[in-house]
């Protein structure tokens, strides 16, 4: 277990998986992630969420070497996806005098994931309702969509730690040291920035909490410049672009696209824009890339036609932009066609499909490389991107 010091009454009790090579089975993980999980310890015992099932006996250790001779009252369940529900059942039979706190949903939900016995042995919560431990107090705020529909997270009042289930995660593991929002933005987009209007409402609500700490179930525990974590959630949850800058997405078959791609990123450079990212979209992460469209306020899009359409790597960058919510953004085309280019016509087709997009003029038509009059029409767009 990595040691993270929350408090002496809060103790840390997760743990890192180093292993796993894709988290949700599609999203690239190279440094891990972690799995966090919590004990409150006072009059009444709380444990806040388990873990999944990858690190059952690690999650077992660490609870039982904080606990010693005492046993749980409450298990704290803030969200029932797998990768923090997986042991419910497991902690429930170990402790079957422990309480089971969640809302209605919550139970709901539960007994499509397990078999054992609900009777007894569970406390419903609502929005506001609390629940005193002795000295500390957990006050229960719903979060539904954030990113499931049964998403509650816990105020302790004592102490101002804010529980915010997958709210302010990130991916790598506690032992990786590397900056906080890259991933966290990669994250967010991909796994929760469908659903900003409801972290907006979450957002509302904690505003008016003093917080000292927020405790996430992924990612480092969060004590120094708050302001700083909750203005990105703010940004990326009403879809603000981050930075003034420009992605430059391509979807290349022999190169030629490629080519037109890093040609027009350096006549971007050479306005004045700093900041320009050029992604083959056929060989990098596809959530970094849907990540680092969210993270600019232009994007150019490259496509190559590919049996009358989108070469497919193009296509799938569109359909996740769309269904991530990609919006308030000035995007330039650029299409390639030996014959009948279609690039451009889908590409557009998509993008009519997304809130506030401005297609910027001209479109760039190649036909098979980059020619004279494909460079004139790049320094157009060019022109006009940077207006």
């Not at 969060?222 to 992605?247: A, H, M």
Request: with cysteine; net charge negative; aromatic share 10%.
């Amino acid at each position: 277990m990595v040691k993270q010091y929350i408090s002496e009454a809060v103790k840390y009790i997760g743990a890192d998986d180093k292993d796993i090579d894709l988290f949700e089975s599609q999203y690239i993980v190279p440094n891990g992630v972690s799995y966090n999980s919590y004990l409150i310890l006072d009059q009444k015992i709380a444990i806040m969420d388990t873990v999944d099932r990858r690190a059952t006996q690690e999650w077992l250790a660490n609870l039982e070497q904080a606990l010693g001779e005492k046993e749980p009252d409450y298990l704290i369940i803030s969200h029932m996806e797998p990768d923090h529900a997986g042991n419910i059942q497991t902690i429930a039979e170990k402790y079957p005098k422990m309480q089971l706190v969640g809302n209605a949903k919550t139970f709901q939900m539960l007994q499509q994931f397990f078999s054992f016995s609900l009777e007894g042995r569970t406390l419903t919560v609502k929005e506001g309702e609390e629940l005193s431990l002795g000295e500390h107090t957990l006050v229960f705020y719903m979060a539904p969509m954030v990113h499931w529909p049964e998403v509650m997270v816990e105020y302790e009042k004592k102490e101002q730690i804010l529980f915010s289930a997958d709210g302010f995660g990130k991916f790598g593991a506690l032992d990786v040291k590397e900056d906080w929002t890259p991933e966290a933005r990669r994250y967010f987009i991909n796994i929760v920035g469908k659903y900003g209007a409801q972290v907006q409402a979450l957002l509302k609500k904690a505003s008016g909490l003093m917080i000292s700490k927020i405790c996430p179930l992924h990612g480092p525990i969060l004590s120094e410049n708050l302001d700083y974590y909750i203005e990105k959630y703010d940004t990326w949850s009403s879809y603000r672009p981050e930075e003034k800058g420009v992605l430059v997405a391509y979807a290349s078959i022999h190169g030629n696209t490629k080519e037109a791609a890093e040609k027009l990123a350096g006549l971007l450079s050479q306005v004045g824009i700093q900041k320009v990212k050029v992604m083959d979209l056929s060989r990098e992460d596809m959530a970094e890339a849907v990540s680092q469209a969210f993270c600019y306020d232009r994007m150019v899009l490259a496509c190559a036609t590919y049996d009358g359409g989108l070469f497919p790597v193009m296509e799938d960058f569109l359909h996740h932009l769309k269904n991530k919510n990609y919006q308030k953004r000035k995007v330039g085309l650029m299409e390639n066609g030996s014959w009948a280019s279609m690039a451009a016509k889908k590409m557009k087709e998509y993008l009519e499909q997304m809130k506030e997009i401005e297609v910027c003029e001209p479109i760039v038509t190649i036909k098979s490389a980059v020619k004279e009059d494909t460079i004139q029409g790049m320094k157009q767009l060019v022109s006009n991107l940077n207006n």
